[in-house]
């Protein structure tokens, strides 16, 4: 087990490499599994050339890539999905927006049409984004177990009964079960969020009908903190929305000390919160604004919504939920 985890650490790590670069230039499927399965593999097995045979059975190698291929590819889209995370987003937003249809990805790739080899390039995102994701971890689970093999150069013969296998252990029956229990958990995932991504498909663009969407969520709003830090007056939870556009909102505190402005991106809308006075009719910022999020409900029924603070203590995401208010704004809550 001594070169077990940290092989698995050398996954996580050209993983997440690979995600930040990928957040910085564009996806190559298949390709990234290929070169980096390969490196890996051929790597790991030339540093274990002094182990005895013994020590890497077939069931080990094979242990190893089926740990290998997971923690690849958690690594490898979460530090994606963190590079491309900016103000109010969630660490794992974009491979929601991304999976969920409501955002494309850049990528490159090679393939072979006859006998002759061809580059393809374009945007993928749904369905297609999931299943290219698992086929380029399927290629590095592939490339690192063939690799590992030749970086090894031994013959790796059914070790002599009563011998010491160090690695031979991960392939026990609980093992195996919990890692059966794990791609079929994670399998499952994917295919409800393929299902997901097809039924609701990606959101409508610039067009009358979306205008008319927005239309059932203008009107006063109640506001409720999960724990109360922002909106700290009964005034500054009362807020009264408007369409702005076809796709942007507006809204302003029946107390006159916010009001925010948002736009849609993909599932959710984005923008900033500010703070202000009014003055008669007339409502004048002090300077403060903080990136703000949105979630509306697609019946209208209710709203989700962040704001993120900047504190010397690092940053903070006061979440709160929104209820359509018809009764008089100045009444009691």
Known sequence: MKRFFPALGACALVGGLLGVLRAETLAFPGLQGMVAGSLLGYALGWNA????????????????????????????????????????????????????????EAFFSLGMTGPLYRTFHGVMTGGGWIFFNLLDGIFFGVFLLILLGVGLGQRFERPAEGAETEMASPLSCPFLTVMACAYLVLGSA???????????????????????????????????????????????????????????LTGQSASGRFSFSV?????????????????????????????????????????????????????????FRGYPRSEDPGGGE
């Open 49 to 104: 050339r002094g182990d005895a045979p013994v020590c890497w059975p077939f069931r080990a190698r094979l242990a190893l890539v089926l740990c290998a291929i997971p923690t690849y590819l958690a690594f490898h889209l979460g530090a994606f999905s963190f590079a491309l995370a900016r103000g109010a987003d969630s660490p794992f937003f974009w491979l929601e927006e991304i999976a969920g249809g409501f955002h494309k």
């Open 190 to 248: 994917g295919l409800w969020k393929l299902w997901h991504a097809v039924e609701v498909g990606p959101p409508p663009s610039f067009n009358p009908a979306s205008w008319r969407a927005l239309e059932r969520y203008a009107g006063p709003w109640r506001l409720v903190e999960e724990v109360p830090a922002i909106f700290r007056a009964s005034g500054d939870r009362l807020f009264f929305l408007r369409v702005a556009g076809f796709e942007d």
């Open 263 to 319: 736009t849609r991106r993909g599932s959710t809308y984005q923008g900033l919160l500010y703070t202000g006075r009014r003055d008669g009719k007339t409502w004048h910022p002090s300077g403060g604004a903080y990136p703000l999020r949105l979630r509306l409900a697609p019946d209208a029924s209710f709203l989700e919504g962040a704001v993120t603070l900047f504190t010397v203590f690092g940053r903070r995401d006061g979440r």
